[in-house]
Each structure stands twice: as C-alpha cells, then as structure tokens.
C-alpha cells in the first residue's frame, strides 16, 4: 500500500506540471488552458485517493 500512495503522490506531481505548463512557440494558450484543467482534475483526483488511503488506514487500526 506505501507504494501505491507514492503512485499517487507521483500523480499529484504530474498534474501540477501540467497545471503550470508554460506557454511556448508549440504549446499555444489555448492548449496550455487545456492542460491547466486537465492537470487540476489529476490533482484533485489522486488527492482524494491518497485521502481514501489514510482513511482506509486509520480506520483499520
């Protein structure tokens, strides 16, 4: 389980890069809007299922 919670927190990362992807000469800001929001959804995503794994582990015990 310590694995897959590190899956998620390297999944959290990886929507924050997408969040704040810069603009440049390939990504136009329309692109860069689109990977913003596509990045925001992956954060609150893998936030919840990390949450859903603390829970999950307090609970049991």
Do not use: D, W
């Not at 990504?27 to 794994?53: K, R």
């Amino acid at each position: 389980m310590y694995q897959l919670a590190i899956l998620y927190l390297a999944g959290i990362l990886a929507g924050f890069g997408l969040a704040n992807l810069p603009t440049s000469a390939i990504i136009t800001p329309g692109i860069a809007e689109f990977f913003a929001i596509i990045g925001g959804i992956a954060v609150i995503v893998f936030s919840v299922a990390i949450l859903y794994l603390g829970l999950k582990a307090i609970l049991r015990k």
